[in-house]
């Protein structure tokens, strides 16, 4: 079994920047295809971030995210991160990360998730 642990959340006004990480508990390089970045907000359902494959320079992105977000790798550390910039009220919600075994933007085809981690935006 593979532990995912996200940090790096909290509180930030509106235009303001957050990083959040992912630091897997054993190697997800070579094993799984991509890890993801997903969110959810209090009564809506989970919707994909972004995405980044770990064998490869493919990054996926939301419409909503992109150009303000940006996910990259550290093999060697085994940890995903998320650049979080121009944050509006509307990107609150839990964060989480994923392992995903094949290229996939579903929730339907995770493999591990986080826990999450808390992202509230202020107006």
């Known amino acids: 079994q593979v532990q995912l642990v996200e940090s790096g959340g909290g509180l930030v006004q509106a235009g303001g920047s957050l990083r959040l990480s992912c630091a897997a508990s054993e190697r997800t390089f070579s094993t799984y295809a991509m890890m993801n970045w997903f969110r959810q907000a209090p009564g809506k359902e989970r919707e994909f971030v972004a995405g980044a494959s770990w064998s490869g320079v493919r990054t996926y992105y939301a419409d909503s995210v992109k150009g303000r977000f940006t996910i990259s790798r550290d093999s060697a550390k085994n940890t995903v991160y998320l650049q979080m910039n121009s944050l509006k009220p509307e990107d609150t919600a839990v964060y989480y990360c994923?392992?995903?075994?094949?290229?996939?933007?579903?929730?339907?085809?995770?493999?591990?998730w986080g826990k999450g981690t808390l992202v509230t935006v202020s107006s």
């Open positions: 994923a392992a995903v075994s094949s290229i996939t933007t579903r929730t339907s085809g995770v493999d591990y």
